[in-house]
């Protein structure tokens, strides 16, 4: 069975550092993707990342970029100089070969302190 | 542009009374369609999803059924709520599967 994993309830940093949020995943299907959401305090999920199972290089997005480390089935998300903006719920997502669905780990919660 | 909308924003219900969530999508046609249920500081289960009219999927066995009556209409009810129904639902859709879902802004349900 698939399974996503944030193993991170809670994290802190400082603003203008760099944070990585650890996602790690199980699957035995060759092709799936995965993805990176963001979930303010207000509710919406906001789309940031996605990585391909056979993409060669890790995606990146302006100050977002995903470690993708296939042999270890990790996706880490690295969020580059934080914001204020940046502190949310960080959810992790993996979709499957076949019939879609996203399966979501169970969330990173991100403070960024000034 | 394509858009997603959702409603109610909030919902406050009485155990054993029925429940109906509707979520519309404009600017694409024959979306994938999803209903997850988010609880609190948890993260997302699917509940349902659709390729096309007439087509659900349940994934998990519960109180809630969908409907797609229409290609980009998506509608989740029950006919008596529980207490355990509580959460914050969230529509989605997406082109194909495996593609990124955009999601709609949520309903925060509490059932009393």
């Known amino acids: 069975a698939q399974k996503i994993t944030q193993t991170q309830p809670g994290m802190f940093v400082q603003e203008k550092e760099a944070v990585t949020l650890d996602c790690t995943y199980d699957?035995?299907?060759?092709?799936?993707?995965l993805f990176w959401y963001k979930q303010p305090s207000s509710g919406e999920m906001i789309f940031l990342i996605y990585?391909?199972?056979?993409?060669?290089q890790n995606a990146t997005e302006g100050r977002y970029s995903l470690n993708f480390q296939k042999a270890r089935k990790s996706a880490n998300l690295v969020i580059s100089a934080s914001q204020l903006g940046d502190s949310a719920m960080y959810f992790c997502?993996?979709?499957?070969?076949?019939?879609?669905?996203?399966?979501f780990g169970q969330g990173t919660e991100l403070s960024v302190k000034p | 542009s394509q858009t997603i909308h959702q409603w109610p924003a909030t919902l406050v219900q009485p155990v054993g009374s029925p429940l109906s969530l509707e979520c519309t999508v404009e600017?694409?046609?024959?979306?994938?369609l999803y209903w997850y249920r988010q609880a609190a500081g948890r993260g997302l289960q699917l509940l349902f999803y659709?390729?096309?009219?007439?087509?659900i999927s349940s994934e998990v066995p519960q109180n809630l059924s969908a409907s797609r009556p229409q290609d980009r209409q998506f509608i989740l009810s029950s006919k008596k709520l529980l207490l355990s129904d509580s959460g914050f639902y969230l529509c989605?859709?997406?082109?194909?599967?495996?593609?990124?879902?955009?999601f709609g802004s949520g309903t925060q349900l509490s059932v009393l």
């Open positions: 989605a859709w997406s082109v194909t599967a495996n593609e990124k879902l955009f």
């Open positions: 699957t035995s299907d060759p092709s799936y993707g």
């Open positions: 990585q391909g199972s056979y993409d060669q």
């Open positions: 997502a993996m979709s499957r070969e076949t019939g879609g669905k996203l399966i």
């Open positions: 600017g694409t046609s024959n979306p994938n």
């Open positions: 659709s390729v096309g009219i007439g087509q």
